[in-house]
């Protein structure tokens, strides 16, 4: 028998690291579902590194561009350019190294049009697999997993799974291969978990409801109705950690809040001398150029990293974020205020973890964290081999408490994994052209919304037999009578409302006994005069006891079993899928994408398209790209798939007759539907002056969004220019297609070099 490895890279293993390797080392599947913070990259680096010994290649897929590209500099450094490819909608770096990082959806589109570059490839790696739970992006996680050939093995990393084994099971029964979940519930570094009100300071969740009542029974000692508690800030919060809890991150749920409370600490901390404030500007001045060069959003950046404190968020340049993210990595940042983007996958160990709110904004409207959303954010706070312990630190209004208390986490009761599978037309476009009818009905089965029906509709089928049985054993006791009103239990107690219904009438004077409601009172009184003229069924006390219990406990256990029955029949199942697949091919097919199972080249042109692929579609077959120029054709495609935020301002230029596009769009959804179509026209004077080479400081200018917000633009643009040139057959069109690439791919929106 193989001795299990001890040690990795220098480092004692924990028995669920060891586990982990031992499972991969006999060529398994593996999940590994564990606390952030464990070490769950360790197995995935003893992965690549024996897969690169053994000329074996991987794929490591990661939720977010800047996950991969920071997955990208770590293994090129640990193994060597030459060893290591990334392929993202921004960039191709080496694509057929031993190693290959790419996002999901790059996968994802390699798997289901069975490119030849996965060949030989022996494991993918999913890092945070749980994104399978999300909304927007969850359908990409399950689609790569059930299309990945399998010739190919599977690395799952995941923070904790509440339905872990559920998971499991569901790739078992795809992929017909046994797959081993190792699970680590424990931290190596301990978390503790403290609320904070200025009058109470770091306390647990009881002795703050504890607090809260004890105070709110002074409320009469308060007759000027002053705020009750004193309000907290973060900079309260702040000056109670500063001494023995940094380095922090303080998690802030608005982009603008956090560059405003980093100036507001800044204001009055200094967490660096004078030689460290000097090595950070060195790092700006190695990345930005003379400081007579920097941007006034640099700028103000600079000034609180030369204080020790930062701010990380979306809005923010690329390069500006590497930047703290270098600073952050090289200890030289004390406290960062970051948005919930920060917790996602990379890895920056601190000792504690602050929360402004216990709440977020989800694009819709404010709720509260979810267990798992909490925990994976909170998971950061203790360095493993430094800290003994980590904190995490949730500064709370007592004032709200009576409408919104504090939540109670608690990681036992961790939301589990949901699928979120949706069918997208380009997914049928290569069901159809990949697969047999056969083939495309066990995919549509084969998603985990299905399995998840299949494992829940049991568990319920059996509460329904329980309790049906449970019923009927309870109405063996009950005669027939039960539920009529010969039965006294029911008689005597409709025979009292009736009595009450009759007091009230009889109190009515002539004039009100002529209104609306004193004659259906009347009306109700004589049809229950009417039913109640059979007297009940003569019962003995005892048996009326008996009765009482026995009809009240039949009733209950009978609404549960409806109850029940109603939640079996609402569960997604296979028909569902099959059915919205059915819609879908007939809207394709009534688009002339398809004929039966034929796919028409606009249909193959769409399959290549994975960002709303019937308009892109109907844009370039329609002529209307053609009688634009470069720059207008750039900042139409700009305008696909945009959401911003409500109060977004862009100047208004008339760059572009919009009108032939907007007829389109009434057509598509006409067929299709209104959600078919996301398209925002006020974006595009952004783009067109990019393209034709404005600096990034006048287009700044023309609208509202932040400068990260902006460089996104013209980004998800390039992405698509490149999906629509390597969908086209056109070469003329191809070659313009590069000429409008290079107009917007420049300076600030030019991908960092890795």
């Not at 424990?186 to 306390?203: D, H």
């Not at 190695?286 to 400081?291: A, D, H, I, L, P």
């Not at 606009?602 to 892109?616: D, S």
């Not at 698509?720 to 390597?726: F, G, N, S, V």
């Amino acid at each position: 028998m193989r001795q299990m490895i001890e040690k990795y890279n220098n480092l004692k293993l924990d028995r669920f690291q060891r586990e982990a390797i031992e499972a991969i080392n006999q060529n398994y599947s593996v999940i590994v579902s564990a606390p952030t913070g464990t070490g769950k990259t360790l197995v995935a680096d003893y992965l690549v590194e024996t897969a690169i010994q053994n000329n074996k290649r991987i794929v490591y897929t990661a939720p977010i561009k800047a996950l991969s590209n920071q997955k990208y500099k770590d293994f090129a450094k640990q193994f060597g350019k030459e060893q290591v490819g990334i392929l993202t909608g921004d960039i191709v770096i080496n694509p057929f190294a031993p190693l290959l990082i790419m996002t999901t959806e790059i996968f994802r589109n390699q798997v289901i049009t069975e490119d030849e570059n996965l060949k030989n490839v022996a494991y993918v790696i999913f890092d945070e697999i749980h994104w399978l739970n999300d909304e927007e992006r969850g359908t990409v996680w399950e689609e790569s997993i059930i299309l990945a050939p399998a010739n190919i093995k599977i690395l799952g990393l995941s923070a904790t799974i509440a339905n872990a084994q559920e998971l499991v099971s569901w790739i078992e029964s795809i992929r017909n291969e046994k797959v081993i979940l190792i699970e680590e519930r424990n931290r190596i570094v301990p978390l503790s978990y403290y609320y904070f009100t200025i009058e109470t300071g770091f306390t647990d969740y009881n002795s703050l409801v504890e607090y809260y009542y004890k105070r709110i029974k002074q409320k009469n000692d308060n007759p000027h109705g002053l705020p009750l508690f004193k309000p907290a800030n973060h900079l309260d919060l702040v000056k109670k950690i500063e001494k023995d809890y940094l380095p922090a991150l303080y998690f802030v749920f608005s982009r603008k809040q956090c560059s405003e409370k980093a100036f507001e600490l800044a204001h009055k901390r200094d967490y660096l001398t004078l030689e460290q404030s000097q090595a950070v500007k060195d790092i700006f001045l190695e990345n930005f150029g003379e400081e007579s060069s920097w941007s006034a959003s640099t700028q103000r950046l600079f000034k609180v990293c030369s204080k020790g404190i930062a701010y990380h968020h979306a809005g923010l340049l690329p390069l500006q974020k590497s930047v703290v993210e270098e600073l952050f990595l090289n200890r030289m940042i004390s406290i960062l205020y970051c948005t919930e983007t920060f917790s996602v996958g990379i890895n920056y160990p601190v000792k504690a973890v602050c929360f402004d709110s216990l709440n977020k904004y989800d694009g819709h409207n404010f709720r509260p964290l979810a267990n798992h959303e909490f925990f994976q954010m909170s998971g950061r706070a203790g360095r493993r081999g430094i800290d003994d312990r980590g904190y995490s630190f949730a500064l709370v209004d007592l004032n709200h408490f009576d409408k919104e208390p504090p939540i109670k986490f608690d990681i036992n009761k961790l939301e589990p994994l949901k699928s979120q599978f949706k069918l997208s037309y380009n997914t049928v476009l290569n069901l159809l052209a990949t697969f047999n009818q056969e083939q495309i009905e066990l995919f549509l089965r084969k998603s985990f919304a299905v399995h998840s029906y299949s494992v829940t509709a049991q568990k319920i089928e059996k509460e329904i037999n329980y309790y049906a049985e449970e019923s009927a054993k309870s109405q063996k006791h009950l005669c027939n009578m039960v539920e009529s009103y010969k039965c006294p239990l029911k008689y005597f107690p409709k025979q009292k409302e009736l009595e009450k219904l009759r007091k009230a009438y009889n109190k009515l004077g002539p004039r009100h006994r002529n209104k609306i409601y004193a004659r259906q009172m009347y009306r109700k009184i004589q049809k229950w005069e009417k039913v109640l003229k059979q007297k009940p069924k003569g019962c003995s006390k005892k048996q009326l006891n008996l009765c009482n219990y026995h009809s009240e406990k039949w009733k209950r256990l009978e609404q549960k079993v409806n109850s029940l029955k109603k939640q079996l029949v609402s569960l997604p199942s296979y028909n569902t899928f099959n059915q919205e697949y059915l819609l879908k091919k007939a809207q394709l097919e009534q688009l002339g994408y398809i004929e039966k199972t034929t796919i028409l080249p606009r249909g193959e042109f769409a399959r290549h398209i994975y960002v709303q692929e019937l308009l892109v579609t109907e844009l370039v077959f329609s002529g209307i790209l053609e009688q634009l120029d470069d720059d207008q054709l750039n900042a139409v495609i700009s305008c696909i798939d945009y959401e911003g935020k409500r109060n977004d301002f862009f100047h208004k230029f008339d760059l572009i007759d919009f009108n032939p596009i907007k007829d389109i769009i009434t057509f598509l959804q006409s067929i299709c539907g209104p959600e078919a179509v996301r398209f925002e026209a006020k974006v595009a004077v952004i783009t067109y002056y990019w393209s034709k080479g404005y600096p990034f400081e006048e287009i700044q200018k023309l609208c509202t969004l932040d400068e990260g917000d902006i460089i996104s633009v013209f980004r998800r643009t390039i992405d698509l220019l490149r999906q629509i040139k390597e969908a086209t057959t056109d070469p003329n069109f191809k070659q313009r297609l590069s000429t409008c690439l290079k107009k917007i791919d420049r300076d600030e929106a030019s991908i960092l070099e890795l």
